[in-house]
Structures are given as structure tokens and as C-alpha cells.
């Protein structure tokens, strides 16, 4: 299913669908009057703007200055040309190192590599010790939001999947109850997992050092614990200088959930004595995506989510609709790069309303983009469509004044002639639930000829 | 000043066919406020529905013959700060008029925008008893910036506002969400239907919620967008282009 098919079935369900605009409503209010608590959020915005733009034109450079500082503090580094080449550099880590099961904190990329679905079949088991992809995991579903993985859940839900898995009273949807029943659960993972995995929100050049954004202190309490410290960090998630968290950190918990900030943000170094950490830096499309103008600045994404809660799209179709690793305004710019065939119906998933572009805390023109990709899907498809026709048969008529007069006289008088039932049949899809605008006696020029020339 | 300009009214395609009044009352507006404004016959559409659906590069002839039409005068003005946006941002370059294409740039505005900048008017004097809800369309607002939009760290503004507060009995009507997009989006109103729908009786319902009686706005296509789905669900609420509502107060 497309877009439109998959966002017609979630508002089906018109009491859920309404429940989930209004859950991502709130949190992109709280965002907006954080931001505005802040006087100098636009500056903020460039600032970090530029900085991206920077690593952007610089990004050889900086990743070679990373892994020279990384090898120095002790980190080992492994390059990743593809999720291939990353699960299998992650697999051989946990073979080396004996282990069967492993902790892992919040990570889009994993998601992006289906890490999970390869270490598995390899024989080994993973706990997502984010709560919300805990709580995804445990549906075998992926997480439908890119902060908040199991936004689209309700606690009686979350009660239901607890009860099933984890013996809670059933019927028992108290918050506190379940999270401290899920606290229990992921205790014993923690203590048990050799190695644990986390994701990367900074890699900064001139340290070496990288840093992880949590809420839940899930990705430290899984590092602590284990002896090897496995992250994955997508190449563009670097900064050049460790003074620049100072711009990133204060927009990024802001512009994600309209916390001032998160309440984990912690550097990696160097390992700790007798322990180790090793870094996979992944390409996996991103060079490919540098080398397309237009499109090359959605790499400055820090993954906050803020797109997804302003977008009125997201809101009112889900995360699912969209059936890509990163859903929402900022994924369907990222993943026709990935897969134009597959994802050819996101760009069109959006008025070009610009609230994406304006929420952005590093300024990335999203639906400028959403625009462009447009343009490109249309070049690819091949096959001449009735969309395409009809759009050079529009053409001719707007260039012709003489066209488009007839056309637009046929037009009104068809309106007027056709009986009801074909004029709001299920094949003119505005009339369905629209009534169409009554037909005047005569146009403007019409008038105008009339009382003017 | 501008009453020896020349000036060109340039009006979206389907204004033409289904809002007349639109269009008169743009022109009387700009006339009583001094204005020499003259329609050429000659124009079509600007493109927008055929660049918007991913097919730019097939506009060519389209945006070629609007800058023909329209290149010799002073100033252009539209009531749709959509089809202006079109024009500054997604024309395809025409070879052999970069330089009328360039300069149309600065010569186009949308007509809440040419009000407020260029003439200059006023809070405008006379009476309008109604509870009036704005419907600011997102390329009016976060493409030619015609008003704060809520995601920024900016002061607040909105020239159509600017414009109808004087008024004397007018209520503006603060909507819960003051800037969620309609739901129109051109050909998304038919390729997105469900969400096109949802997304219209959200803001209809919005302005109902705080008792509008005249829904105005500066784009027709939003309105009859939340016209078509309010005249279906027969709620009552009146739709007027703020062309219309200035037209009629001033004497």
C-alpha cells in the first residue's frame, strides 16, 4: 500500500486518529513555547545551520580527524560501507567477545540496518532498553516515530503487551506500575549483557570523543555494565568542535519533546581500564545523497522529531503510513534517496505547508525538498501515466489563452449540465466529501469585457 | 506615487471561472484606493498545479506566456498568495528573458502584501460587524511571510490583520491553532483525499469551536477547499475573500 492508501485506513479510526493528532499536538506546542522562551532560538537555529553546512563541505576531512583523535583515546574504529558490511563488523565484535545477547540503547541507524532481524538470526538475542522500543519490540513492530518509538500506543495497550509479557495484573494501566514492572525487566538484561550498543547523537572531530542523548540513562546504565561498548554512528553525526554541543544540545531536547534538555547527554572517551569500545562509522547512502545538491543538506538532521509532530500529515496518518526507517516531513526526503521506486509516494505525502522547514532547528528546507523530489519522481517513472498526461495537456492549454478560455467555458458549462450523481460519483474523487463551488453566470473576463474595455 | 503606476491584476485561474466577485473586488479595491489597474485578456495560470504534481519542467510555455503578458508593467498584483509564491520560486528560467523574469520578482505581490508595502494603507476606516476568522494559507504565510508563523521565535504580524483590525464592530477571532494548514495542497486535495478531507473539518471545526461567522482569507483555493466540505456537512459558516470584505467597507 502507498501513502494515501495506508493514511486512509489510519483514519478509519476516527476516535484513534484523533487521539494521535491531538498527542503530537501537545508536544509540538510545548516546543513552540520552549523555543520562545529562549530569545536568541533563531540565532541558535543559523548558528547550527551553518556549523552542519560546514561538516557538509568538510566531511572527508573531519572523519579522518575523528578516527585519527578516536584511535588515540583507545577507541577502535570500523568503517561501514553499507548495513551489510555494519551488521556483519557488529556480529564478528560480539563473536569475539562470546556473546549471545546484548543490550541496546535508542538507535535509528540500527533500525535503518535491521540489525536486530540479523543478530537474531545469528543466534543472538537483543533487548531494546528504550522503553518505547521495548515496547515495540515486544509487537515485533519498528518504532512509528523516531524519538517517541511507541507514540502510537495507548497505556490500556501497553498494559495488554505487559500483561502478555511481562505478568503484570492485567487491566493495571497505571504508568508507574508498568514502568517499574519494565525497570525490573531490563535490570536483569543490564546486568546480564557482556556488550552493549548504543547509537550516537555527536561525534566531535577534535576530541575524538562521541556523545549519546538519552532520557532514560538506558544507553550509560548498558554501557557501565558491559565490558565492550559497541556504537554505531551514521558518517554525517559529526561536529567539528566540542564547544559546538554547546549550539546542538540546547536546540536539540528543545526542538525533540520542549524538555531544555536531555537528561542524559554523555561523552564517550576512552575505554575504562580492561574494558573496550569500538565505533562503526556507516556510509550506507550518505556519500550518494552528499553528491545530490538539491538534496545533500537533509544530512544536517539531528534526528530531534520535531518535523513529525508540527506535520499535519504525520499527525493525522502515523508513523506506519509512511513504511520507511524514518517516517515523516524529514524521511521522505531521506528515503527516495535510498529507494526512489519503493518511497515515490512520500514527497507527494504533504501540502508543501512549510512547517517542516520553519520547526527545523538546523534549517534544512525540507519541503523546498519535498518539491524537488516531485520533480525527480516524475523524470523516473517511464511509463507515461494518466497524471503526466493530463499535465501536458494542462500545459498546452495555459499557454494558449485562446485554449484555455474554451476550456474553462466547457468546464463551467459541464458543471452545470451534469447530473449530481456523475458530478459527486466516486470518479471525481474533490466530490466525494466536497461539495464543488457553485457555477457563476460568467467568469471575470467575461465581466470584465463587459464594464471595463 | 502609485497612481501614475501601471498596474496589472493577475488573477489564479480558477478565480477567473468560479470567483468572479473575487476578482471584481480586488479590482475596486485597488481602484477606490487610487489606483490605475488594468486585467490583461491574455493571462492564463501561473503553473502551479503542474510544478506542485512534479512536472516544472513542463511549464515552460506556460511561464513564458506569463511573463509576456505581464512584463511591461509596474507592478502585478494577485488576491492568492499562493500563485505569487508559484511565480517568484518554481518557475522554470525562460532562455531569452532572464532579465523581465528576474525583475518580475520584485514587481509581483500578493495583494494583503501590496496593501501594507507598497501603498502603504492604513488601518481602513469603516464597519464590519462580524466575528471574523483569518484563514492565513501556509504560501501566503511561510512563503511570502504575510504572517508570524507559529513555529518561529519572531514578534507577531499579520498584514491582513493589520489591515482589518480599524474596523469598526469587527472581532478577529484567535483559533486554537492559530496556523495548521487547510488541507488543500492542490493536487493533494484528490491524491491525499482522506487526509485532505480531515484535515478541512479540523480547521472548520477549529473556527466553529470559537464561533466564527466569516471565515475570510487571502487564497480562494483554501477557501473553497473548506467551502466544498462545509457546504456538504451544512454548517453554516460564511467564506469570504478579504478582497471581498475590504471592497465592501470602503466607500
Known sequence: MNHPEKAAVFLEDKENAKWHDETLWFVRDKRDVVSKSIPEWEELRETASQIKDNVLSNLDEYLVEFERNALANGIKVHWAKDAEEHNKIVLNILQQNDCKAIVKSKSILTEECHLNQYLEKNGVDVVDTDLGERIVQFLNQPPSHIVLPAIHLKKAQVSDIFHDKLNTEKGNHDPSYLTNAARLHLREKFLAAKVALTGVNFGVAETGEFVVCTNEGNADMGVHLADVHVACMGIEKIIPKREHLGVFLRLLARSATGQSVTNYNSHFRSPAKGKEIHIVLLDNGRTEQLGREKFKNSLKCIRCGACMNTCPIYRRSGGYSYGSVVPGPIGSILSPGIDLKKHSSLPFASTLCGSCSDVCPVKINIHEQLYEWRQEITKAQTSINAKSLAMKFANGIFSVPFAYKLGGSMMRGALKLLPHSITYSNLNTWGKERDLPEVPKESFKDWYKKNKL | ?251
Open chain 2, 1 to 251: 506615487m502609485h497612481q501614475n503606476k501601471n498596474i496589472a491584476l493577475f488573477l489564479p485561474c480558477y478565480v477567473d471561472q468560479f470567483y468572479p466577485n473575487v476578482g471584481i473586488a480586488t479590482i475596486q479595491l485597488l481602484e477606490k484606493l487610487g489606483c490605475k489597474v488594468s486585467f490583461p485578456m491574455d493571462q492564463t495560470c501561473c503553473g502551479q498545479p503542474m510544478a506542485n504534481a512534479g512536472y516544472e519542467r513542463d511549464t515552460v510555455g506556460t511561464a513564458k506566456h506569463f511573463i509576456k503578458t505581464f512584463k511591461d508593467f509596474d507592478y502585478i498584483v494577485a488576491p492568492s498568495g499562493s500563485c505569487v509564491l508559484h511565480v517568484k520560486e518554481h518557475s522554470p528560467s525562460i532562455q531569452g528573458f532572464e532579465t523581465e523574469q528576474a525583475a518580475m520578482h520584485h514587481k509581483i505581490f500578493e495583494l494583503t502584501e501590496f496593501l501594507v508595502d507598497v501603498l502603504r494603507v492604513g488601518p481602513i476606516k469603516g464597519s464590519y460587524p462580524h466575528k471574523v476568522g483569518f484563514h492565513s494559507s501556509c504560501h501566503g504565510q511561510r512563503g511570502l511571510r504575510l504572517s508570524a508563523s507559529s513555529e518561529l521565535n519572531e514578534p507577531p504580524f499579520n498584514k491582513a490583520k493589520q489591515l482589518l483590525e480599524g474596523l469598526e464592530g469587527l472581532e478577529w477571532v484567535e483559533l486554537d491553532r492559530k496556523d495548521e494548514c487547510c488541507g488543500f495542497g492542490g493536487t493533494f486535495a484528490v491524491t491525499e483525499e482522506a487526509l485532505s478531507i480531515q484535515m478541512g473539518k479540523d480547521r472548520l471545526a477549529d473556527h466553529q469551536k470559537n464561533n466564527v461567522e466569516i471565515l475570510a482569507g487571502g487564497d480562494m483555493s483554501c477557501l473553497m477547499h473548506m467551502q466544498g466540505i462545509s457546504s456538504r456537512n451544512n454548517n453554516g459558516v460564511k467564506f469570504k475573500h478579504i478582497a471581498e470584505i475590504l471592497n465592501e467597507v470602503i466607500r
